[in-house]
């Protein structure tokens, strides 16, 4: 495949940057090294993030913001630095924009849950609506759907065209002057789409509706800059963007979160608590009840360090390289159908698709037993599934580590896949 590689451009020094993570030196099935495809679900761990978390539980492991011994200030310094540099690498104007959650499912059901509770001129009741599309995530989808019904308002989302974009065509009569709150995702899970932020926001802007975006898809793999988006919310999460598992982070505007009611309640996000009342403590401790994901932050703030040495436009030159690279071999496969974009253009580095009436879980098996790792299902996004009449897909994800070698692999492996089916 030497000579289809020819041309692609973009590309990072993958094989010094592979060296960083131990897990891809791994082997299964007698010998098979590891082809990891699945980073859309969860990425791997660099050495850095892992020596992190070490170095915070052998040396500085207490709780925070509350002791006055070394270990407890060391802690609360590690943590709250964590916070600087996620603030940081997001463009947030403010560090107190920029609260920890423990994934981005938590982040959507806070932003829900606040609006549920909040007062005029945020308040979501039975006069107002709700906006989502079509190709979410189920974290994107279920909030909103449990706060509908808790409070009457009409949910109402975007279609998807057959090619995979969201069908806008109809903007107007789905996001009118009702809307209160309009949540999409920013790159598709399933189906890599990038969607038109611009356009979205420009018509909840007009209408007065907030705006929450879910990043989880953006934030490992190209520049986030929440000023230029010009949302309302952003929610994204660490284990996708080389970080642990168990933390998430949403962003909102300084004034959003101070006047917004807290989700949670209990210990650090309060300023007094009497038998008959309580104060809040200013954002972003208000919405970060009990003990935090303290050695979780520690360990994005090592991972924010790793991508930002390397670069996010790096980052994002190199996965729309092998991206492209990807659709144009898997387009060469007989009897393999694309679910969303079949092209490189405006999409993320994930690739959903289908092989004749092969059923995706035989094709997960059967690649596995070649090293290669790969996701089979709804992807948590079973409405784009019944959208295309399929049961679910078999979904290859690209990051930084991937390389075009790995893309061969997998075509190779579909080959077998289809020989083995007969």
């Known amino acids: 495949m030497t000579d289809a590689r020819q041309g692609l451009s973009g590309l990072l020094d993958t094989e010094a940057i592979r060296k960083d993570f131990p897990i891809l030196d791994r082997t299964v099935h007698d010998g098979k090294k590891i082809v990891y495809l699945d980073s859309a679900a969860t990425s791997q761990k660099p050495r850095q993030v892992l020596d992190a978390l070490s170095e915070y539980y052998e040396r500085h492991n207490a709780n925070v913001h509350r002791g006055v011994y070394t270990i407890a200030e060391e802690a609360t310094a590690l943590y709250e630095g964590a916070r600087d540099k996620v603030a940081a690498f997001i463009n947030a104007p403010s560090r107190n924009e920029v609260i920890f959650t423990k994934n981005a499912s938590e982040s959507l059901n806070l ?237 993320g580095a994930t690739i959903s698709f289908t092989l004749g009436d092969i059923h995706p879980h035989d094709v997960g098996q059967v690649l596995d037993e070649l090293g290669i790792a790969v996701r089979v299902g709804h992807h948590c996004a079973r409405p784009v599934c019944l959208r295309y009449g399929i049961p679910a897909t078999t979904r290859a994800s690209f990051y930084l580590y991937s390389t075009p070698a790995e893309v061969d692999a997998l075509v190779d492996g579909l080959e077998h896949v289809r020989n083995f089916f007969g």
């Not at 599309?133 to 808790?150: A, D, G, K």
């Open 111 to 347: 932003v829900a849950n606040m609006l549920g509770w909040a007062d005029e001129p945020y308040r979501v009741d039975s006069d107002t609506e709700i906006v989502t599309t079509e190709m979410e995530h189920h974290s994107n989808i279920v909030p909103w759907q449990l706060l509908s019904q808790r409070t009457g308002a009409k949910l109402k989302w975007f279609g998807i065209t057959d090619d995979g974009r969201l069908d806008l065509s109809n903007i107007d009569e789905i996001i009118t002057e009702k809307t209160k709150i309009v949540s999409f995702t920013l790159v598709s899970n399933i189906m890599g789409t990038v969607n038109p932020v611009e356009k979205i926001i420009r018509r909840a802007q007009q209408v007065g509706a907030l705006v929450c975006i879910d990043a989880s898809q953006a934030a490992p793999h190209m520049v986030l800059d929440v000023q230029a988006l010009q949302a309302d919310f952003v929610a994204f999460t660490g284990h996708k963007m080389v970080g642990p598992t168990g933390i998430g982070v949403l962003w909102g505007r300084q004034e959003l979160l101070e006047d917004l009611p807290p989700f949670l309640g209990g210990g650090e996000m309060i300023e007094t608590v009497s038998m008959h009342s309580s104060t809040y403590a200013p954002a972003p401790h208000k919405f970060e009840a009990g003990t935090p994901p303290i050695a979780q932050a520690v360990g994005l703030g090592a991972a924010v360090d790793y991508l930002s040495a390397i670069g996010m436009e790096n980052i994002h030159r190199h996965e729309q390289a092998i991206t492209e690279y990807a659709v144009r071999r898997l387009l060469e496969v007989p009897d393999l159908r694309i679910i969303g974009p079949s092209t490189a253009e405006d999409r």
